[in-house]
């Protein structure tokens, strides 16, 4: 069985930046795409960024464009999240997950083996 681990969250100044990593157990994690989501405390799990399993496609939430870059080394089984220009609302738990079942990539519905997320704090 996958199971992702996620990594490298942390207290971060406004305009600051983070690398958050994931990897994962299980030799298959390689063949699927992977997204992070995020969740605020009161707030739903909203998505953020998704990787094919090749890793030659990519998309973004609205919120994050321009600032978050998602990559993937599939040698190492790990995939990254680059988090530029932080701000406050950025705070919340990022997850990891690999896409295992049919669907729309920005659903929660269509991920399974979620890791158990790392904390990021952006403070203003």
């Known amino acids: 069985q996958v199971q992702a681990v996620e990594s490298g969250g942390g207290l971060v100044q406004a305009g600051g930046s983070l690398r958050l990593s994931c990897a994962a157990s299980g030799r298959t994690f390689s063949n699927y795409d992977v997204a992070w989501f995020r969740q605020a405390p009161g707030r739903e799990r909203e998505f953020v960024a998704y990787?094919?399993?090749?890793?030659?496609?990519?998309d973004y939430g609205d919120s994050v464009k321009g600032r978050f870059t998602i990559s993937r080394d599939n040698a190492k089984i790990t995939v990254y999240l680059q988090m530029n220009s932080l701000k406050p609302e950025d705070t919340a738990v990022y997850y990891c997950?690999?896409?295992?079942?049919?669907?729309?990539?920005?659903?929660?519905?269509?991920?399974?083996?979620w890791g158990q997320g790392t904390q990021v704090t952006v403070s203003s």
């Open positions: 990787v094919s399993a090749g890793g030659g496609s990519t």
């Open positions: 997950a690999r896409r295992g079942y049919s669907g729309s990539r920005y659903s929660t519905g269509a991920y399974d083996d």
